[in-house]
């Protein structure tokens, strides 16, 4: 479940379509064999159509409320940012030819030349500024407000150049612009009313544009001939996206070949994908945790020994069955092992000085009476909005009782599920929610700067100085192994006073028709254009 990071909005993942999550190993830990295949082959030819499917209708394709899986997966072939994250989870320049950083608070960007909007009109820096300010704008209510947090102010320093001034320095804001919250859009169409509905539409630089919204049905996109970077030049002439919300229907669609391929399938239908033989079903590196997060810490779980209690109960492995077909690896830390792109090889060294969250019910018990909580009650939300969410609380339940806690489930209405990771009000009288959480750059940061005090994310108001303080120091270490390694210190806080409880991780997936080839199997697709490399696979 993927939230906003302001209170005005929230996304939410649509759990229904499966569990998603980073891997560090394949099948290790007895879950269910899997093999991480990190790219597909590349295209040898073209082919003028190909069908995709999405697990829901995006409600805008405004860039600055593309928080969620369906809206960016249709966005990262049409809008594109000033950087870009590639599907090794690196960041490169992208529609700017640089980036700098002449002292820790300043960012100048070289605006890259030739670049045409789909409407022709030629990419200024003025375009640029029109669209980094709107996140500043509380009329916009972005919901990428939070890359913004350290922005003094934004402004044109040069026929083709940006430079962002800064309160206090930050490495983050740089790699953020590889996602939404550094998508650049013609500042003369979002002048226009209505940007980013059906009616009106987008005007971007990337590979597709929007060709037509039929509501309720799909969107289509067409190749774009003007489109700048000639390695990324579309091998499909067309992509028709489209909206399958049952889980059996777009398994079914996919077998029957109605379908060419999709993202984010339901586990349930991983034994007949595997089995397809139209198609492959691929597993790729991912950057999600699933964790449970407490979300009341002035409560019976302000105790740390009463939350280490509960994680040391929990069945990871059979949680992990149950809710992700048996595809995944039980995690160590809230903050995926997958979003260490900045230091891959550090962070496998770094994970395993972490404790092992084995299962001892003993061990547990005996912390719960250290505590006297012994009888005490918490509540955890539940809801029938996907059954990855009933099968978690059923197993905090279970562990929870084993050890002495009296858990109870609060039935929440899947539309109201949101809500609880927006409005504090709902969370009222609910100790812990679960949550699926992606990182959008490969960057741990992004992840643990969340737990300071006072981030909207920070949904238990965990507060600690040190902490704090860390944070401020990873974010201005431009050394990206420096950074690394006052992150994991981040890592290991975290994890010692088990402010989120880790639960699992799992690979990213897809399915693709064999007569196609070329798309990345990462979840690098939400901000690369996935879709320009899809070609014929003979």
């Known amino acids: 479940m993927r939230t906003s990071r302001t209170a005005a909005a929230t996304t939410l993942l649509t759990l229904a379509v499966a569990a998603c999550g980073g891997a ?18 590349p295209a040898k030819g073209t082919v003028d159509s190909v069908t995709w499917s999405l697990y829901a209708e995006p409600q805008s394709l405004d860039y600055v409320y ?42 100048v960007y070289t605006i890259r030349s030739g670049v045409k909007f ?40 040069g026929p083709m150049e940006v430079t962002v001034h800064l309160k206090k320095p930050d490495q983050l804001f740089n790699e953020e612009m590889g996602t939404s919250a550094g998508t650049i859009e013609s500042a003369a169409s979002l002048a226009k009313p209505g940007y980013g509905t059906p009616d009106v539409g987008i005007n971007c630089t990337g590979p597709f544009s929007l060709d037509s919204w039929q509501k309720g049905q799909s969107i289509n996109l067409k190749k774009f001939d003007g489109y700048w970077d000639a390695s990324l030049a579309p091998k499909a002439n067309t992509i028709k996206t ?51 997060i407490p979300t009341n810490l002035k409560g019976t779980l302000g105790d740390v020994r009463v939350r280490r209690a509960l994680s040391m109960a929990l069945d990871r492995e059979g949680i992990i069955k149950a809710a992700a077909g048996g595809v995944g690896t039980a995690a160590k830390a809230p903050g995926a092992i997958g979003a260490w792109g900045i230091a891959p090889e550090a962070a496998k060294d770094y994970y395993a000085k972490l404790p092992a969250l084995t299962k001892d019910i003993a061990g547990a018990k005996k912390l719960i009476q250290e505590a006297g909580a012994s009888g005490k ?10 059954p990855e969410i009933s099968v ?45 959480w992606y990182d959008s750059t490969p960057d741990p940061l992004e992840f643990y700067g969340i737990l300071r005090t006072g981030d909207f994310a920070n949904y238990g108001g965990y507060s600690n100085p040190d902490y704090d303080a860390l944070v401020d120091k990873a974010n ?25 409880i880790p639960l699992y991780e799992v690979p990213h997936n897809m399915f693709l028709n064999k ?24």
Not at 77 to 101: F, H, W, Y
Not at 123 to 141: N, Y
Not at 397 to 414: D, F, H, N, R, T
């Open 24 to 41: 560090p190993q394949a099948g290790k830990g007895g879950s269910a064999a899997f093999e991480i295949t990190k790219d597909t082959a």
């Open 66 to 107: 593309a928080f969620d899986y369906h809206p960016n997966t249709v966005l990262a072939n049409v809008c594109e940012q000033l950087m870009r994250i590639t599907p090794d989870l690196k960041v490169e320049p992208g529609l700017a030819s640089a980036a700098t950083s002449p002292d820790p608070k300043r960012w």
């Open 118 to 157: 789909h409407d022709g009109s030629t990419l200024t820096a003025d375009d640029v500024v029109a669209s980094m300010r709107r996140h500043l704008d509380p009329k916009v209510g972005s919901y990428w407000v939070s890359a913004y947090t350290n922005v003094d102010k934004i402004e044109k320093t």
């Open 242 to 292: 489209v909206f399958i919300s049952d889980p059996a229907a777009r398994v079914n669609a996919l077998l029957a070949g109605e379908v060419d391929g999709g993202y984010l399938l339901p586990s349930t239908g991983f034994p007949k994908l595997r089995a397809a033989g139209n198609g492959t079903l691929y597993f790729g590196p991912n950057t999600t945790a699933v964790n449970v």
């Open 377 to 386: 009650k918490i509540v955890m939300a539940t809801s029938t909005l996907s």
């Open 392 to 436: 978690i609380a059923n197993a905090v339940q279970s562990a929870g009782q084993a050890i002495g806690l009296q858990v109870e489930l609060k039935a929440v209405a899947p539309e109201a599920y949101t809500a609880l990771f927006s409005d504090p009000k709902a969370r009222e009288g609910i100790d812990l929610v679960m949550t699926i």
């Open 476 to 500: 201005s270490e431009a050394d990206p192994a420096a950074r690394a390694a006052t992150v994991a210190k981040l890592q290991e806080i975290a994890v010692r006073d088990v402010v989120w």
């Open 515 to 538: 007569r196609l080839t070329g798309a990345p199997t990462s979840i690098s697709q939400l901000v690369y254009p996935w879709a320009a490399r899809l070609g014929s696979a003979g």
